[in-house]
């Protein structure tokens, strides 16, 4: 990656000035402001979201998220700043697709994301899960990469990257083996409609040996990366961006910018 972007975070704790500036001191080119929809209110009213931040600035619609951008132009136009790129983290829950789309597809994004945050029973993909049962754990996977490949090959909206397909293991941990016979499916899923696969800054920080499991799948595969940090804060801009980088290097991928 030869101009060095962070392609996912968030401005629901930090403002969007506080955010630049982050990405600027961490010598951040290109940076994307990926809000979660269900952190915009007037899609709350059609979505029934299960897995939402219980803290954090609500935006009443998104003329008001996209204000944001506007009242700072002059200041992300200027020399120091870095890009600074319109988005959305969008979630996938399966029979409010349309609903989704239609909220998502009024404007013209610069770039989206799409992740999967619960499953089909309600629970949040990072709930601590009781490890008793190992038949239970491998159903939660089963379900958790099945939705993302419905999610990569369904998706009513044009999206640019799959982000975090792996933070299922912050509720219910899987073994390194079990996680690539799992990825290999989602990678060419993935290869075929042309999207690429997040390494995740959170992941990578949290549980770096199975972001490398990630990395082989999409070796194997042969599908682009994209590196996201999930900052929630602006300390936590370009957090394990060196370690993708070092993935992307031994493992040849290839960055999207
Ligand atoms: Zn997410
Ligand atoms: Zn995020």
């Given at each position: 990656?030869?101009?060095?972007?962070?392609?996912?975070?968030?401005?629901?704790?930090?403002?969007?000035?506080?955010?630049?500036?982050?990405?600027?001191?961490?010598?951040?080119?290109?940076?994307?402001?990926?809000?979660?929809?269900?952190?915009?209110?007037?899609i709350r009213g059609s979505v029934n979201f299960?897995?939402?931040?219980?803290?954090?600035?609500?935006?009443?619609?998104?003329?008001?998220?996209?204000?944001?951008?506007?009242?700072?132009?002059?200041?992300?136009?200027?020399?120091?700043?870095?890009?600074?790129?319109?988005?959305?983290?969008?979630?996938?829950?399966?029979?409010?697709e349309k609903e989704i789309s239609r909220f998502?597809?009024?404007?013209?994004?610069?770039?989206?994301?799409r992740s999967v945050h619960e499953l089909s029973?309600?629970?949040?993909?990072?709930?601590?899960?009781?490890?008793?049962?190992?038949?239970?754990?491998?159903?939660?996977?089963?379900?958790?990469?099945?939705?993302?490949?419905?999610?990569?090959?369904?998706?009513?909206?044009?999206?640019?990257?799959?982000?975090?397909?792996?933070?299922?293991?912050?509720?219910?941990?899987?073994?390194?083996?079990?996680?690539?016979?799992?990825?290999?499916?989602?990678?060419?899923?993935?290869?075929?409609?042309?999207?690429?696969?997040?390494?995740?800054?959170?992941?990578?920080?949290?549980?770096?040996?199975?972001?490398?499991?990630?990395?082989?799948?999409?070796?194997?595969?042969?599908?682009?990366?994209?590196?996201?940090?999930?900052?929630?804060?602006?300390?936590?801009?370009?957090?394990?961006?060196?370690?993708?980088?070092?993935?992307?290097?031994?493992?040849?991928?290839?960055?999207?910018?």
């Open positions: 990656m030869d101009r060095k972007s962070d392609n996912h975070t968030h401005i629901l704790f930090d403002p969007l000035e506080q955010m630049i500036e982050g990405a600027a001191q961490r010598g951040i080119k290109s940076i994307s402001i990926t809000e979660h929809i269900s952190q915009i209110k007037e299960r897995s939402t931040h219980s803290s954090g600035r609500i935006f009443q619609n998104l003329d008001e998220y996209l204000q944001e951008f506007s009242s700072l132009q002059k200041y992300i136009d200027s020399k120091s700043s870095a890009n600074v790129r319109k988005g959305l983290e969008v979630d996938y829950i399966p029979g409010y998502v597809n009024s404007y013209r994004w610069d770039i989206i994301l029973d309600g629970s949040d993909v990072e709930a601590k899960f009781d490890p008793q049962s190992s038949s239970m754990r491998a159903r939660r996977w089963t379900e958790y990469i099945g939705t993302e490949i419905a999610l990569v090959k369904e998706s009513e909206i044009r999206f640019d990257v799959l982000t975090h397909p792996i933070r299922m293991l912050v509720g219910t941990p899987v073994t390194e083996e079990e996680l690539l016979e799992l990825l290999q499916e989602l990678a060419e899923a993935c290869r075929t409609e042309k999207r690429a696969i997040e390494l995740n800054g959170k992941d990578l920080t949290t549980h770096p040996r199975h972001v490398a499991v990630l990395a082989k799948a999409c070796s194997q595969a042969g599908c682009s990366i994209s590196f996201g940090s999930d900052a929630h804060h602006s300390n936590e801009i370009a957090r394990g961006y060196e370690r993708a980088r070092e993935l992307a290097e031994s493992f040849n991928l290839n960055f999207i910018t």
